[in-house]
């Protein structure tokens, strides 16, 4: 089934837009009009991203939400109920990337949050630099500096800077690899407030200080504000009665406790990354992103003139919640109430910055979530972990029984998460085909218990997709930085240690909300019809009258025909 993306344009300058990506080499979109008279563009276009928001978590929480938070927007504009990440390897950086540029992690460049490097197996992050220090931290933290030198596709914030230089183009969040990735190289200013240390900071590549505003944030210490903030659960009895006791064995709150109230401060004797975490994992972490949005708002006059801004805003406390307590916890769901009220707030903020309908606002999520696999066994569902030293060893026992024993190395460089990498200095001395080594490797790896699939990456690129789950994994891989074998687990099985994560390309972790408000958007109307993430870039592109960014644009079926 091809790629449906959802752009609603009522503007004459979107049109063109929307015009001029039609007739891009390889496909069109299919545009859903918004009907009506036209309307005056945007003064600010605002991404809005909830870390970890499942579509299902969304809809079991959304009878509880107030009036003026996630359903002001559906009820200003529209929401899609069909909308769906179309790669394998969900996780933030990914998320995020594929929504600043509207290409997929084949095209953009960052496959997962961090991965082994094909012909080393070290860890490769995707933002961090350990030769740079990051800006605005005292120097004794040794943060290290984050930068974009892996993102390979432009975003429509680059887009936007290109064609109207005066834009102004910012971004918020608690992590880098969010406000770097969604924005781009070209942003005024991408910030975050590292949960790692617990300071405000921004890309060394970009600027050589910090705002003042955020200066002042670092000199009151967020950790030390956040400890002393005590969270209650909040809201009626009614909006928790689905989810059970508010407590359960596999919680582990950095506050020590696993039941409501919670504190910001962690237990004594904490290091300093223990007591930013604890601080964060609260909706007091999204308070500090609402913080910096209104400064900036104010600092650089986004949203004020006729000259089209763009804003992120990452509300990434929420993910952090979620992986630490499941997303089916008295917290996840207090969290996401939270959330929705702080949703409320900046819907006022950018009420007062840009006019109330002069602004476009798009929210979703960069990835959803699954539940916790000890949670899913007692509800009669088969879940588990995969252990991933096992599939290493699998792939070890293969290769040796086949080419012989390594020794003093091993076949295997390294594996992380869904990612194997095998020796090939090792493989070239012996003048072994690579690729029949993969084809090894992944047959071995694809027995071990809680694998659906194991996929021989060369073959996986070169032949067609057999199916939708392999199309998945094809457009998530840069043939530059792609393993040699990728891993799939089976269904509400695990490689991670948290409570509950995400990262495959199953349903939960693909399927996200996705809201759509502002000038020339339809009010109240419900689309169910299928559409992705991706198309928020194009569709950004086409409200303010500029160029898409080149690598967004209709994608390739997900069977993998070029039709």
Aim: net charge neutral; with cysteine.
């Amino acid at each position: 089934m091809p790629r449906r993306l959802l752009i609603l344009i009522a503007s004459a300058a979107g049109a063109a837009a929307v015009a001029a990506q039609e007739s891009r080499p390889g496909g069109r979109t299919e545009p859903v009009p918004a009907g009506g008279p036209a309307a005056e563009p945007p003064r600010l276009l605002a991404l809005v991203v909830v870390d970890q928001l499942s579509r299902e978590t969304y809809d079991a929480a959304r009878p509880w939400f107030g009036p003026d938070g996630f359903l002001r927007l559906e009820r200003e504009g529209t929401r899609s109920t069909r909308c769906a990440y179309e790669h394998a390897c969900t996780e933030t950086a990914p998320g995020h990337a594929v929504l600043g540029t509207g290409a997929p992690p084949s095209v953009h460049g960052i496959p997962a949050n961090d991965w082994p490097d094909p012909a080393t197996g070290a860890l490769v992050d995707c933002v961090l630099d350990p030769t740079l220090a990051a800006v605005g931290p005292p120097p004794e933290a040794r943060i290290p500096g984050a930068t974009w030198s892996r993102l390979r596709a432009p975003t429509f914030g680059d887009a936007l800077k290109a064609a109207r230089p005066e834009a102004r183009v910012l971004g918020f969040a608690l992590k880098a690899r969010s406000a770097l990735l969604t924005v781009g190289p070209s942003a005024d200013l991408a910030a975050w407030c590292d949960y790692g240390a617990g300071w405000w900071t921004t890309s060394p590549a970009a600027r050589a200080a910090p705002p003042p505003f955020l200066a002042a944030f670092n000199a009151a210490d967020p950790v030390e504000r956040g400890a002393a903030r005590r969270w209650d659960r909040g809201g009626p009895d009614a909006a928790f009665a689905d989810l059970g006791p508010d407590a359960a064995p596999w919680e582990r709150g950095p506050d020590g406790r696993n039941a409501f109230p919670h504190s910001g401060a962690a237990p004594a004797g904490a290091s300093r990354a223990e007591r930013a975490l604890a601080a964060v994992t609260t909706p007091f972490g999204n308070e500090l992103v609402l913080e910096a949005t209104a400064e900036a708002l104010r600092v650089y006059r986004a949203g004020a003139d006729d000259v089209p801004d763009m804003l992120f805003v990452g509300f990434s406390a929420v993910d952090l919640v979620g992986h630490l307590y499941g997303p089916h916890s008295h917290e996840a769901r207090a969290m996401l109430l939270a959330t929705d009220a702080q949703v409320a707030r900046l819907l006022r903020m950018l009420d007062d910055a840009a006019g109330r309908g002069r602004y476009l606002v798009a929210l979703t999520s960069d990835h959803g979530v699954g539940p916790v696999p000890e949670e899913a066994v007692r509800r009669g569902v088969k879940a588990g972990r995969v252990d991933v030293r096992r599939l290493r060893a699998a792939a070890e026992s293969a290769l040796a029984a086949r080419y012989g024993d390594p020794a003093p190395e091993r076949w295997t460089l390294a594996q992380e998460g869904g990612f194997l990498v095998l020796n090939g200095a090792r493989l070239e001395a012996r003048k072994i085909d690579r690729a029949a080594a993969q084809d090894a490797a992944a047959a071995a790896v694809a027995r071990t218990a809680g694998v659906r699939a194991a996929y021989a990456v060369a073959r996986l690129l070169r032949d067609p997709a057999p199916d939708e789950v392999a199309a998945r994994v094809r457009r998530t891989l840069p043939v530059a930085t792609a393993p040699d074998v990728y891993v799939v687990p089976e269904p509400f099985h695990l490689f991670s240690r948290n409570p509950a994560s995400h990262g495959t390309p199953w349903a939960y972790d693909r399927e996200v909300p996705l809201l759509l408000a502002g000038p020339g958007v339809r009010a109240g109307v419900v689309i169910d019809a299928p559409t992705s993430p991706a198309c928020l870039a194009a569709t950004f592109a086409a409200f303010a009258g500029v160029a898409c960014p080149s690598g967004a644009g209709p994608a390739a079926p997900l069977d993998g025909s070029s039709r």
